[in-house]
């Protein structure tokens, strides 16, 4: 499919946009389409202040696992590209160029954390065909010094525990996995194109196997969903089975742009659900606020302390990925 038919010349667009619109076709297979998007810089800054980490590093555009809660959305509405699908199926692949990221690093003080994967999965399937993650990766391997997270959903990110492990030699260096669920047919439903809950968990043991500390989130906690202590003790288990130490886990928040995709979600799958939804997010900042995520957070501590797991890594923990502020009504 092809989503840009003769999308050159893109009168009237600039900016990102234009060069979204203007980006050169790598490949398109059934369903997806993939471009590759120059960049003017691949280090952005943090304006939100609560982010555990300055800076972020995203090798691709857009998601091709299509999470129906994704937050990440509206970086497509950036380059004018409005049809929520299009975030799964339109997924740039950003031109790497060793020595401009070099330079753009050098920029950076030490001391200011950098977080990978934060609008994108970096290890989606274009990880496999264009490989920029791997090659941000080995150009880390020669900082010195600084703090570096790394998030993800696919068991792919097994593939660079060499290369964790050689940044971690100098710098600080944290694994994430996210694991929702270990329900398949729930996680296929949530997350539609990620890798099945048992591949993330083997990809923690390969991980675990290789000396690195590994961060599971349980995230996102999705009120009457996933979220009764059976499910995330599930979870935990399973990750501790595997090696993990460190295990955290936080309310939804979604987003207006992730409303698109998640309510039609809900509404085939869980309509019963539909009404108290609307009423806590349907509309507002998409944060839950008071003793709803009080619960959840005292849930996942008594589900840390079972298991025998801790919150977070010494140096650099990213325990918050996004800072629960603001937050609205809650569930009962
Ligand atoms: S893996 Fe992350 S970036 Fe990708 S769709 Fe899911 S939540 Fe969004």
């Known amino acids: 499919m092809v989503l840009f038919p003769e999308c050159k010349p893109s009168a009237g667009l600039v900016g990102i946009a234009r060069m979204a619109a203007e980006a050169d076709l790598l490949e398109a297979k059934r369903r997806v389409e993939y471009r590759e998007l120059e960049s003017k810089s691949l280090v952005s800054r943090v304006s939100n202040p609560w982010m555990p980490f300055r800076w ?16 990440a959305r509206y970086t497509h509405e950036f380059m004018e590209l409005r049809d929520t699908d299009q975030f799964e199926t339109l997924i740039f692949a950003k031109h790497f160029d060793a020595a ?4 753009e690093l050098a920029r950076i003080p030490r001391e200011d954390k950098i977080a990978i994967g934060t609008a994108t ?13 791997r090659q941000i990766l080995e150009a880390l391997t020669t900082e010195r010094g600084r703090a570096f997270s790394i998030i993800s959903k696919s068991d792919l990110i097994a593939r660079d525990a060499d290369v964790f492990t050689e940044i971690a030699r100098y710098n600080t ?10 329900d398949t047919a729930l996680a296929r439903i949530l997350e539609p194109s990620a890798p099945r809950p048992e591949l993330r968990v083997e990809s923690v043991r390969r ?10 989130m349980n995230s996102p906690v999705l009120p009457l969903i996933n979220d009764s202590r059976q499910s995330l003790a599930a979870v935990a288990s399973a990750v501790r089975q595997a090696g993990a130490s460190y295990f955290t ?3 939804l928040f979604l987003k207006e742009c992730a409303r698109k995709a998640f309510f039609p979600m809900l509404e085939a799958k869980f309509p019963h659900l539909v009404r108290k939804y609307r009423e806590r997010y349907g509309t507002g900042s998409g944060y839950l606020k008071g003793a709803y995520p009080e619960m959840i957070a005292e849930r996942v501590r008594s589900v840390r302390e079972e298991f ?9 923990p990213p325990d918050v990925w996004i800072a629960e502020v603001d937050q609205l009504s809650l569930f009962g």
Do not use: W
């Open 207 to 216: 991980l675990a196997s290789a000396g690195l500390g590994v961060v599971v």
């Open 121 to 133: 999965d970096p290890y989606q399937p274009a990880e496999r065909r264009y490989g920029v993650t």
């Open 308 to 316: 025998g797991l801790t919150r977070k890594l010494q140096d650099a």
């Open 56 to 71: 972020t590093i995203n090798p691709y555009r857009g998601c091709e696992f299509g999470c129906k809660y994704c937050y």
């Open 100 to 103: 401009a990221f070099r330079r």
């Open 173 to 182: 260096m944290h694994v994430m996995q996210t694991i929702t669920t270990v």
């Open 249 to 251: 886990a936080q309310t």
